[in-house]
């Protein structure tokens, strides 16, 4: 079973509009974290945000803000007031546990986000 | 931004010969990671290492091997390079748990 799906293989969104691309996961391991990059057309991942299981608030960063909502095991990554250089593919990621050895990342297949003038 | 860089940028080899590429940090970073990255695939996970010396497996690890020396190097080895190792490969770091960098990335292909 797929532990992170991204159903959106492809958004468009309107400049200056805000979009919400959707993410969600599967375990059952009570300590885990979610975490959203992107990927530009040039190659780079970029981290955006990181909500931990057990935060109280959804987690924000400047215009990203994740939309946590741990019954669903949903991760909805928000982007408000969306600029053309938004235009790249995001990925969703999870940790399991908090185990000292380090985080083992599993990835969503990534959703490619247009940003249209 | 995180100090990652990864040598070569870009590679291309022949069936059955080794290769090794490079992951270097400035940032004394304990965790180290190498994924590789395939169309419809997103990023999958082959060695981490969580200290000097100390590595583990991921989840495509066959036909790969890692080694750590030192703080600041994470070299990743095709022993026998095959096609299906073409792909791009990033190496990412973290202090925590909370958080992960991923270099520049690296473009192999196999002929």
């Known amino acids: 079973a797929q532990k992170i799906t991204q159903t959106q293989p492809g958004m468009f969104v309107q400049e200056k509009e805000a979009v919400t691309l959707d993410c969600t996961y599967d375990?059952?391991?009570?300590?885990?974290?979610l975490f959203w990059y992107k990927q530009p057309s040039s190659g780079e991942m970029i981290f955006l945000i990181y909500?931990?299981?057990?935060?109280?608030q959804n987690a924000t960063e400047g215009r990203y803000s994740l939309n946590f909502q741990k019954a669903r095991k949903s991760a909805n990554l928000v982007i408000s007031a969306s600029q053309l250089g938004d235009s790249a593919m995001y990925f969703c990621?999870?940790?399991?546990?908090?185990?000292?050895?380090?985080?083992?990342?599993?990835f969503g297949e990534g959703t490619q986000l247009t940003v249209n003038p | 931004d995180a100090g990652i860089t990864q040598s070569p940028r870009h590679k291309v080899t022949e069936t059955g010969t080794p290769v090794t590429l490079r992951c270097h940090q400035t940032e004394n970073h304990r965790y180290m990671y190498w994924y590789r990255q395939d169309p419809g695939h997103g990023l999958r996970l082959i060695h981490y290492?969580?200290?000097?010396?100390?590595?583990d497996k991921g989840e495509v690890s066959d036909g790969y091997s890692v080694s750590r020396s030192k703080t600041e190097d994470f070299l990743l080895t095709l022993e026998s390079a095959t096609s299906s190792q073409t792909s791009v490969y990033f190496c990412?770091?973290?202090?925590?748990?909370?958080?992960?960098?991923f270099g520049p990335g690296t473009r192999l292909t196999v002929t």
């Open positions: 375990t059952s391991d009570p300590s885990y974290g």
């Open positions: 909500q931990g299981s057990y935060d109280q």
């Open positions: 990412a770091i973290a202090q925590g748990l909370d958080e992960q960098y």
């Open positions: 990621a999870m940790r399991e546990g908090r185990v000292t050895s380090g985080s083992r990342l599993t």
């Open positions: 290492s969580y200290g000097v010396k100390d590595t």
